[in-house]
């Protein structure tokens, strides 16, 4: 364990729910594997059921862990288990929950050489939206507030009214500076390097503009259905759970202006500048799916009018990007499961070069690939070697992980995880931002756009393939095949690659 971060009790409400299981302790034990755990700590998971003794719910963490993990060193998860307990609480009754962190901070003490005062608490309130104002009121009552950190997960509401109800709610406990919202997406490492990518390389920035840029997408298919969340999906629907949230964060990040520094209050305000600048999104320009099937899932109502799939326009009305389109897209039940950001650039007008079968060239396309193992591939012109001057397509690829020595990824819970302990809010979300971002898709909430069904494994209803000028990459682009068959695993050395197909 890593002895450069402060005493910490960790507490995870909501530990027997799907997002602790999938996310939070997997993120716990590959920071502890990683030796990025503080050197003294407890960890408690609360609920209002107890799914046991202690050893009954390390029992359900260590099959959690086995699921999402895969190869679990037991020198690994058998201490970070020793220091897990449960304990139940709710909105109304916290008392025990307060005894345990209290004999937790106890156990630190024995072992830190430390004060009390130097130990913190970490809160995560991973429970759903409507449990946690009821929670913060029990957290102020119970006394745990101080020296604490407060994470929060998506939705931060569900339009701006609501926003900042929850905001309100928050900040009758918490200052500012001990809440964390979360979005998981910034916590992957392949979005950080959209930032690096920018701002680290010469050949990018000064091109980052509507001089250079035709446009961008920003394309997250998924291929899985609601999967047993119907009644989350009632609640919530596509435009809320992944627009709002994560696609809009996507592009915050590929449309800031310079931060001059990778601090919370220097990302944060570069942040806020671009956000301020979106235009509120037309509904005549957002096209809304649902797939086929989805009413006969569990929970869900056989009329639903819930979107599954969101595709919108959004137009960013500073000097930088102005007429420049930001498409975006995503789904469930889709024909692939990509992260997906292109960049298309301009055509550069020397028509006298053509491809070999003559017609208009491709565009040149700047491919980010948000995987788990994140690629970058521009598709470049090139004169095909032989006696003739023509044009053929090539792409230069960037394999993030592999081709990048110590390359050390971290999982983005993992990260953010590790964050919180840090104290940087770098990745993590003002409540200023949650209010912009409501405000600019607040005509689509009272506008919504009907609702489309389209084909299990499809590219969505007819409407969405044809809102992108130049159509969207994703499910057209022979390149992007190849590029698929390589994140299949037939990976060969970084380079330039004929296109084929
Ligand atoms: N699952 C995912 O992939 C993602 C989830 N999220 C967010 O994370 C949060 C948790 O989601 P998820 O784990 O999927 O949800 P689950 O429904 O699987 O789990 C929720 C947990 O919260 C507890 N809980 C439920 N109601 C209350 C209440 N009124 N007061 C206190 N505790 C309560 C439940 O335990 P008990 O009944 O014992 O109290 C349960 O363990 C939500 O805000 C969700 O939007 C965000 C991103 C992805
Ligand atoms: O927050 C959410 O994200 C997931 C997609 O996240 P990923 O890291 O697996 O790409 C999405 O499936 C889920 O509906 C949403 O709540």
């Not at 502890?32 to 960890?43: K, Q, S, Y």
């Not at 900042?164 to 392949?190: M, N, S």
């Not at 470049?380 to 390359?407: I, S, T």
């Not at 299949?488 to 970084?494: D, E, F, I, L, T």
Request: hydrophobic share 40%; glycine share 8%.
């Amino acid at each position: 364990m890593s002895s450069d971060l402060a005493p910490h009790v960790l507490v995870l409400f909501g530990a027997t729910g799907d997002l602790a299981a999938r996310k939070l302790f997997p993120g716990l034990y590959r920071l502890a594997a990683a030796g990025r755990l503080p050197e003294h700590f407890e960890v408690i998971g609360s609920g209002r059921h107890s799914p046991g003794s202690d050893d009954d719910f390390r029992q359900q963490v260590r099959e959690a862990l086995a699921e999402f993990v895969g190869d679990v060193d037991e020198a690994v998860a058998g201490p970070l288990l020793e220091r897990t307990r449960f304990v139940t609480s709710s909105a109304d009754d916290g008392s025990e929950l307060a005894a345990a962190v209290a004999e937790a901070e106890d156990r630190v003490l024995a072992t830190c050489g430390c004060l009390l005062g130097d130990v913190r608490r970490l809160l995560y309130l991973s429970v759903p939206p409507g449990a946690v104002k009821g929670m913060v009121g029990m957290l102020d009552r119970e006394d745990l507030v101080a020296r604490s950190r407060l994470v929060t997960e998506k939705p931060f509401g569900t339009d701006l009214a609501t926003a900042r109800e929850l905001h309100d709610v928050l900040a009758t406990a918490f200052t500012e500076d001990q809440v964390f919202r979360i979005d998981h997406f910034l916590g992957k490492e392949a979005v950080q390097n959209i930032l690096a990518l920018r701002f680290a390389n010469g050949l990018f920035e000064p091109a980052w503009n509507r001089h250079t840029i035709e446009s961008v997408q920003i394309d997250v298919p998924e291929k899985l259905t609601v999967e047993g969340r119907g009644s989350f999906y009632e609640g919530t629907g596509c435009l809320r759970d992944m627009v709002t949230t994560h696609l809009a964060q996507l592009l915050g990040f590929v449309a800031l202006e310079d931060p001059h520094a990778f601090r919370a209050s220097a990302i944060r305000a570069a942040k806020a500048a671009t956000f301020s600048a979106v235009r509120p999104i037309d509904p005549e320009r957002v096209v809304f799916g649902q797939y086929d099937g989805y009413r006969d899932e569990p929970d869900v109502a056989p009329d639903s009018q819930v979107e599954t799939f969101v595709a919108a326009e959004v137009w960013i009305d500073n000097d930088r990007w102005r007429d420049v389109p930001f498409y975006l897209r995503t789904g469930k039940a889709l024909a692939d499961g990509r992260r997906t950001i292109t960049v298309r650039f301009r055509d550069p007008r020397h028509r006298w070069l053509k491809p070999e079968g003559g017609g208009t060239p491709e565009p040149n396309e700047l491919v980010i690939e948000l995987a788990d193992q994140p690629r970058i591939a521009i598709d470049v012109r090139a004169k095909r070697p032989g006696p003739d001057m023509a044009l053929v397509e090539g792409v230069f690829r960037l394999d993030l992980v592999g081709d990048v020595p110590g390359a050390d990824p971290l999982e983005a819970y993992e990260r953010l995880l590790l964050d919180v302990m840090r104290g940087d809010r770098t990745l993590f979300i003002s409540s200023e931002e949650v209010d912009r971002l409501w405000e600019i898709f607040q005509p689509v909430l009272d506008r919504r756009p009907p609702v489309e069904t389209y084909a299990v494994g499809s590219w969505g209803p007819a409407p969405a393939l044809e809102l992108p000028l130049g159509g969207w990459r994703l499910g057209n682009h022979p390149p992007d095949r190849e590029l698929r068959q390589t994140h299949a695993g037939s990976s060969g050395p970084s380079g330039t690659t004929p296109r084929t197909g």
